[in-house]
């Protein structure tokens, strides 16, 4: 395994690049190290954030510097990295009526029928990388790929919260009415963030996501 790219983002911040390609074991090794940092933090960390293939340091520049978060960083990293005590959550998605609005376009495109789409959606196996965009926000990885396809050429305004989509290899759940132009094939119940709850994100990054199918009276 190589060794991240530090780079300096700011006066504040450090970026930790482990690569550029969506990858669970690549992703394992940001999780291991926001772990490693979370138990022995360096002097001055305001936080860290972490993402597809990297890890953000936010630091207070009266406290610290580049130099010294590297060098700190720099000994917690771990040639690998793994999942353990990550949770699974299971949601339920209603792929119904109002609730799918775009299945048969999705259908239509993949050449498939839109049960065969529901069935692969159930199917994947899904992992938190990171939360952005939005509050709640959490970018899904592990989409199958026979429901890979490209975001919609315009962005449609008004869906609910709770909306789940897809684009490429990735899945979304929304946590406020928003536009996008990605493809949204069912609705959830359940809230991803609950702005007034201790922790008010469900979800941790490398956290697993399973979907299950509901009917469309779990929605009330």
């Known amino acids: 395994m190589t060794a991240p790219v530090f780079r300096a983002v700011g006066a504040g911040a450090l970026l930790a690049d482990f690569g550029d390609v969506i990858d669970e ?76 609005p775009d299945l048969a376009a999705v259908a239509e495109w993949l050449g498939m029928s839109g049960e065969a789409v529901i069935a692969a959606h159930l199917a994947g196996e899904y992992r938190v990388f990171m939360y952005g965009f939005a509050p709640g926000y959490a970018y899904l990885g592990g989409v199958p790929e026979a429901l890979h396809l490209p975001r919609k050429a315009v962005a449609v305004r008004g869906y609910p ?21 990605w493809w949204v094939i069912g609705r959830t119940p359940l809230r991803v963030l609950d ?26």
């Open 25 to 100: 074991a690549l992703f394992a090794r940001v999780v291991a190290l926001d772990r490693a940092v979370a138990a022995a933090p360096p002097v001055g960390l305001v936080e860290t954030v972490p993402a597809y293939t990297s890890l953000l340091f936010v630091f207070d520049p009266l406290v610290t510097d580049h130099v010294a978060v590297e060098a700190h960083a720099a000994r917690l990293i771990a040639p690998g990295g793994d999942f353990t005590g990550a949770h699974t959550h299971e949601v339920p998605v209603c792929y119904e009526g109002d609730a799918a």
């Open 195 to 220: 702005a007034g709850a201790g922790r008010p994100f469900l979800f941790e990054p490398g956290d697993q996501v399973r979907f299950t199918r509901v009917r469309a009276e779990a929605l009330v």
């Open 161 to 181: 919260v709770g909306s789940v989509m897809v684009a490429g290899p990735q899945c979304l759940i929304t946590t406020l009415p928003m536009p996008t132009g």
